[in-house]
């Protein structure tokens, strides 16, 4: 089994910073793509960034130049670094990491969330 656990949210006035952390933990042989997607009341989840093994980044439109994803592989944990953020970023972040575990199972596992909240 593997378990992913969040970090970080939090309330913080427009044009502040935060940062998110997520580790993985358990039965891990080899962690691939990691991401952080966001939920906003009464609004689908949406892809915020995501980051390969091998160090590729890939952002949505909005947060581009405002946030930065970052991993360390040793640690198999991934980062959020957001900075500029706005009220229309208020929602819960999700933690996302494809895993192959020691059984050469690929699978994707979701953090529990957490929640950031930009408000004056």
């Known amino acids: 089994q593997v378990q992913l656990v969040e970090s970080g949210g939090g309330l913080v006035q427009p044009g502040g910073s935060l940062r998110l952390s997520c580790a993985a933990s358990?039965?891990?042989?080899?962690?691939?793509?990691m991401g952080w997607y966001r939920q906003a009341p009464g609004k689908q989840r949406e892809l915020v960034a995501t980051?390969?093994?091998?160090?590729?980044?890939n952002y949505a439109s909005s947060v581009k130049g405002r946030f930065t994803i970052s991993r360390d592989n040793a640690k198999n944990t991934v980062y959020l670094e957001m900075n500029s953020l706005k009220p229309e970023d208020t929602a819960a972040y999700y933690c996302?990491?494809?895993?192959?575990?020691?059984?050469?199972?690929?699978?994707?596992?979701w953090g529990q969330g957490t929640q950031v909240t930009v408000s004056s």
């Open positions: 996302n990491a494809r895993v192959v575990n020691f059984f050469a199972t690929l699978a994707d596992y």
């Open positions: 358990g039965s891990i042989f080899r962690t691939d793509a």
């Open positions: 980051i390969t093994d091998g160090g590729i980044m």
